[in-house]
């Protein structure tokens, strides 16, 4: 007898995870392997990944190919590898996982590094009908597209699948079918690597193909089912720069109605690009043509303004950017703070309610509460070999057409004089002015403009 209290739940599962990514992905005609290219600034794998972290697998197995030390320094220390040295299909390469995971009683889960979008929640439906009463030996992804063109088939009557074919092999009663394979399968370990050995390569392509392992199990009088997913782009493959352009495309139009969903304004939301971990507060108005790169944060109550360009910068509440402004990795905006157009910022904390209103440069830099940066004022932060900090007191004017040169500090409250190149520190409550004495010669300007006239016509004669 059990000593199990009956109203005990029973122990998840363990799963493993198989990713295939061998493929050479020669249609991208890169030397950057195919599922490193970004999506939304972040490779393709990385998304998937970050959906296949939400089902806490024990083990993930990514089985790679040409370009495999690409991929394997990309994801030291996040998974496990197996390598396809020949391309010989997908039943060969989920096969070459076995070794990595021998041992391992569990569900295993195949998915695919150039599908990058296939949800958590996907993935535990795929799981949960795995254990349904019927048990069935795998469970298929299968997806409705508008046009089924040349994917492979799946035959079935109330979610149980009689046949699957790939397009080369069907006939064209089963070309007529419009449920297709999307190649995502889930499988107890037994079953998938059992039934992987019995799988052959009598087929169009002379491949041993995944697919064929439902077969085998139908022949044997096991079930085997197909779940359909919502959306047919969540199955989608990324195997072009036609097809990752539409990959890219297709989140940014989910990623621009999320942020008006969670309480942003955008002006003409179809020139607005977010990166993948842009974070946007309520009330934050976004113009026309602005590019969020990775790593921006951005508060309540801030307006960024048309045609900027943000990476790497946090935004705190009330602040305003742009337009045409750029802010670089390391900026820190504090509260109301402005940066205005044409203004450049890189590493550099501009206090609260400080601004930066036209053509600027502050690079490497402190800008305390409330001070002024006038317009052509640069931080002269880099000698050609390091690069050091300048400091700007809180409520410090600085007059336009500055340089400071760096490293350099300008007090609270001091003023430098326009067209200043300070090289020196500025104490609390100075006024630096550094400029040559104005030389002055009346008359002189008429002399210089009658010689030249002069000497135009006799040039001409």
């Known amino acids: 007898m059990s000593s199990t209290p009956p109203d005990q739940p029973l122990a998840p599962i363990p799963l493993a995870v198989v990713i295939l990514a061998a493929g050479r992905g020669t249609r991208m005609r890169s030397a950057t392997h195919k599922v490193l290219h970004p999506v939304a600034g972040r490779p393709m794998m990385d998304h998937l990944l970050e959906s296949v972290a939400e089902l806490a697998p024990r083990h993930v197995v990514v089985v790679t190919g040409d370009g495999r030390e690409q991929v394997e320094r990309h994801l030291a220390g996040r998974a496990d590898f197996a390598v396809q040295e020949q391309q010989l299909g997908t039943g060969h390469a989920v096969a070459q996982a076995g070794a990595a995971l021998e041992g391992f009683a569990g569900d295993v889960l195949v998915l695919y590094g150039d599908v ?50 790939e397009w080369k092999d069907a006939d064209p009663q089963e070309r007529d079918v419009g449920l297709c394979n999307s190649g995502l399968l889930a499988a107890p370990a037994a079953d998938l690597f059992a039934l992987l050995m019995r799988v052959g390569n009598a087929n169009a392509q002379g491949e041993y193909y995944l697919p064929d392992i439902v077969n085998i199990a139908i022949a044997d009088g096991r079930t085997c089912a197909v779940i359909t997913a919502a959306d047919a782009d969540e199955v989608a493959g990324i195997n072009s720069r036609a097809e990752l352009a539409a990959a890219e495309g297709r989140w940014q139009v989910g990623a621009r109605t999320r942020a008006m969903v969670g309480g942003a304004t955008l002006q003409a939301p179809e020139t607005v690009f977010f990166s993948w971990d842009t974070r946007l507060g309520q009330d934050v108005t976004v113009g026309a043509n602005v590019i969020f790169g990775p790593g921006v944060t951005v508060a309540d109550n801030v307006t960024i303004h048309a045609f900027c360009h943000l990476e790497g910068a946090e935004i705190a509440a009330g602040a305003s ?56 004022t640069i931080t002269c932060n880099y000698d050609g070999y390091f690069k050091y900090r300048t400091e700007i007191g809180p409520r410090a004017f600085v007059g336009s057409n500055s340089a400071l040169i760096a490293p350099v500090r300008i007090g609270a409250d001091a003023i430098v004089a326009a067209g200043s190149a300070v090289s020196r520190d500025v104490g609390d409550g100075e006024l630096r002015m550094v400029r040559a004495d104005q030389l002055v010669k009346p008359g002189w300007a008429d002399a210089f403009h009658d010689a030249m006239r002069r000497k135009k016509e006799a040039a001409k004669g």
């Open 321 to 376: 950017v742009g337009p045409f402004a750029r802010l670089r990795p390391g900026t820190v905006l504090q509260e109301g703070s402005r940066i205005g157009n044409f203004v450049e910022v890189k590493a550099a904390t501009i206090g609260a309610g400080a601004k930066a209103n036209h053509l600027s440069y502050i690079g490497d830099a402190t800008v305390g509460a409330g001070a002024n940066i006038g317009a052509g």
């Open 116 to 165: 990058p979008f296939v949800t958590a929640a996907t993935m535990r439906a795929m799981l949960d009908r795995l254990h349904a009463g019927d048990a069935p030996a795998a469970v298929v992804l299968g997806f409705e597209p508008a046009d089924p063109l040349t994917y492979g088939r799946i035959v079935a009557q109330d979610g149980a699948i009689t046949r699957m074919v």
